[in-house]
């Protein structure tokens, strides 16, 4: 007889209207999930909107009100839509705010190419971005000595570096063995520590072999042969740029997402902004933001030891490497015409289908 299925609440920021495509990534994702958890039989999720969004900042003073953080710290575990900068530079993005507040040091971003896109360097990239989220330029230490000087204060800690350099070792363990520094090794102190903090905890990985690559040499390596990377560990604001290179090398930052993980915590999100100039057209592509759900997936299924969370994970990527293997339904993106709702339906059959042959 099966057992009792784990519920598992997650919080879900879906934004809100000063945050162009956002909303509707949400939507589209979410009518996939839909389909994944009726006819996969699991995960049993709760999903608890919370408001969240460059609309609050305005009206709380803060881009996530009070009650709202109250909820997300509470339940530990979010799935959130781009959202907009507010217009106030006072204040904080929501996703930085999420990363300190839930504690979310290790920045994991998945870049994966797909033989069907024509637009991608390689069919066989591969990579973890294994990228330190809690110090570096990104935590904004600033001063102003004068109105005509800005200063931003680049903080790196050993502790903090060991830490993401820990989780870039382990993923290197688990996958291909291979780990890539990525960092200035002259020059920039900050960096120089980083690196360092980073080769003591390889000494405790005999298995994996590891290099140490300068960041401007390393850019040019994207564009040259990006399938030579498998698990790259970074500083935040460098783990940032490449980042982004990397999904360019996939065909598009639109089919890439990101873990924000903590000891106990994790959100999930895409790693682009909110497209404003395709705000209402209904053609942004809305894989990013279905990966950033198989992530959240696999994490409930790692974490609470739940098989069907785990299995859910597998089918969505599955299904969307399926989908993006024919070439057949690409959004605009990826030099095709599909519709968002043409990629959700594409997507959502060959869930179906997996699930009734699997």
Request: glycine letters at 8%; aromatic letters at 6%.
């Amino acid at each position: 007889m099966e057992g009792k299925k784990q519920q598992h609440q997650v919080a879900y920021v879906r934004g809100g209207p000063e945050d162009e495509t956002g909303p509707e990534m949400a939507d589209a994702a979410m009518a996939v999930f839909d389909v994944l958890l009726e006819v996969n039989g699991g995960p049993a999720i709760e999903w608890v909107p919370v408001e969240a969004g460059a609309h609050c900042a305005p009206i709380h003073g803060t881009t996530i009100p009070p009650e709202s953080l109250a909820t997300i710290l509470d339940i530990g575990i979010a799935l959130k839509a781009p959202t907009a900068s507010a217009k106030s530079a006072d204040a904080m993005p929501v996703s930085l705010m999420l990363r300190r507040d839930l504690k979310a040091y290790a920045n994991v971003n998945q870049l994966k190419s797909y033989p069907g896109v024509a637009k991608a360097l390689r069919p066989d990239i591969d990579v973890l971005m294994v990228r330190e989220n809690s110090e570096g330029l990104f935590a904004m230490h600033s001063a102003y000595p004068s109105k005509d000087m800005t200063v931003d204060f680049r903080f790196i800690t050993r502790e903090a570096s060991q830490r993401i350099a820990r989780v870039g070792f382990d993923m290197a363990r688990r996958r291909r063995k291979k780990a890539a520094i990525c960092a200035f090794p002259v020059a920039i102190n900050s960096d120089q520590l980083f690196i360092r903090s980073c080769e003591e905890v390889a000494e405790e990985y005999p298995d994996v072999e590891w290099w140490v690559r300068k960041v401007d040499a390393f850019a040019g390596t994207v564009i040259e042969n990006p399938s030579q990377y498998d698990v790259i560990i970074a500083p935040n604001e460098w783990g940032s740029i490449l980042t982004d290179a990397f999904a360019a090398a996939c065909g598009s930052v639109g089919l890439a997402a990101r873990g924000n993980i903590g000891d106990t915590t994790g959100y999930f999100e895409p790693i682009h902004g909110t497209a404003p100039g395709k705000t209402g057209k209904g053609t942004v592509n809305p894989i990013s933001q279905i990966m950033a759900g198989k992530l959240l997936f696999e994490f409930l299924g790692e974490r609470f030891d739940d098989p069907s969370a785990t299995a859910a994970g597998a089918c969505l990527e599955t299904a969307v490497a399926n989908v993006l293997s024919t070439g057949e339904t690409l959004t605009v993106d990826l030099g095709g015409t599909a519709t968002t709702a043409d990629m959700v339906a594409a997507i959502s059959d060959e869930v179906r289908r997996l699930c009734r042959e699997g």
